[in-house]
């Protein structure tokens, strides 16, 4: 098994900056992609940022310039630095991995971390 541990959520005011971390535990040789996505309130989950194992990182438009995604190999865990947050990326937001085994490959999901921000 595989356990996905988020951290860092809160609530900031709009223009304010979080970190969100993400560590993987368990039943791993080696993880591929790791990403964060994000869900509001009547929204679908949406595809936040996503960083592959050897570091090209693509990121959602609305985040671009804003956040930045990383990870620590040695460590299993991606990070997710949020600056100039506006009112629109309040959600809760969940990170995802892409984690390989002896014989098997699957997606695994964290528990979500609440992210508010206020105007």
């Known amino acids: 098994q595989v356990q996905l541990v988020e951290s860092g959520g809160g609530l900031v005011q709009a223009g304010g900056s979080l970190r969100l971390s993400c560590a993987a535990s368990?039943?791993?040789?080696?993880?591929?992609?790791m990403g964060w996505y994000r869900q509001a309130p009547g929204k679908q989950r949406e595809l936040v940022a996503i960083?592959?194992?050897?570091?090209?990182?693509n990121y959602a438009d609305s985040v671009k310039g804003r956040f930045t995604i990383s990870r620590d190999n040695a460590k299993n865990t991606v990070y997710l630095q949020m600056n100039s947050l506006k009112p629109e990326d309040t959600a809760v937001y969940y990170c995802?991995?892409?984690?390989?085994?002896?014989?098997?490959?699957?997606?695994?999901w964290g528990q979500g971390t609440q992210v508010t921000v206020s105007s």
């Open positions: 960083i592959t194992s050897g570091g090209p990182t």
């Open positions: 368990g039943r791993i040789f080696s993880i591929n992609a």
């Open positions: 995802n991995a892409d984690v390989s085994w002896v014989r098997s490959r699957d997606v695994h």
